[in-house]
């Protein structure tokens, strides 16, 4: 476990437990030691302050998040626990500067795309990624799946949640309204297997079980973001979902019942967890992809 998994189980122990000081001095070690993590680390602090009533320090907190180029995600704004600062005037003030500031960036959904493995319809990989992931950073992970026969595509959604990432949080329509204009970019596919990691892998999932905007018949999540309470779309068709997740990931011990979820529901689920792999893909995963690739094959037996 590393020391941003390590300080977020350490300040959930301390939030739950009440100790709200406590927890936000656990975060502001953490915004020194891990400044990669400030896009998201703002918003535990943020908490911490709204449950200590204490919405001039929750001010200052949006503040410094925006002055230093990490206040993107402003969607994270809806989460019930920090829902006080909507009204408070100077928490206002800068989450309507935020706001201006994301939309002078006029940002729409992209998809990024390998090379075609030859003339003719090959199945297509379409893979999403994790919240604060981009196109650009979660294609080459993929390319493998190109000496297999398969186009790869990575799309990107049009929300940030940093200055180079990106995000798939609700509104649901947003969501799928991204789906769907990175479907219309995308030359008609043969077999389609939705993909994705962390919070991109949720999204992938639910995409095919809907059906909508591509006809997929298979899924592979890697490092899958699992929310609570944990429910599913209603299925289009039966999917066959290879799930890879890395036994040091916070979501490991959700994976379980996702699996048991999926399997009530009539779809076929192939599971591994990988020793020692945190929130990440392995490093080995370009190896593990092939297998991946066929576990969500509707063609294998």
Known sequence: MD??????????????????????????????????????????????????????????????????????????????????????????????EARRRVAARHLRAQVLTGPAPGAGVHPLVLVLHGATGNAAETLPHWLPASALGYWVAAGQASQPASAEGFCWDP???????????????????????????????????????????????????VGAFVPRPLQLEPAARRLRVAVLCGAEDPFAERMDGLKTLLVEHGHHVALEIVPGVGHAYPDDFSARLPRLLRAASRTQN
């Open 171 to 221: 509104p649901r329509e947003r969501v799928r309204q991204d789906l769907d204009a990175i479907a219309a970019a995308l030359p008609a596919p043969g077999r389609v297997v939705m993909a994705g990691f962390s919070q991109g892998a949720w999204v992938a999932l639910n995409a095919a079980l809907r059906g909508t905007p591509l006809p997929a018949a298979g899924v592979v999540m």
């Open 3 to 96: 020391a941003w998994e390590e300080g977020q189980r350490r300040f959930r122990e301390l939030y739950d437990a009440g100790r709200y000081g406590e927890a936000r001095a656990v975060l502001e070690g953490l915004w020194e030691t891990v400044p990669g993590r400030r896009d998201f680390m703002w918003l535990g602090m943020l908490a911490c302050h709204v449950a200590m009533d204490d919405l001039p320090g929750a001010a200052a907190t949006l503040r410094r998040a925006l002055d230093q180029g990490c206040l993107w995600r402003v969607s994270l704004l809806e989460d019930p626990a920090v829902a006080p600062v909507l009204a408070d005037s100077a928490c206002r003030q800068v989450i309507d």
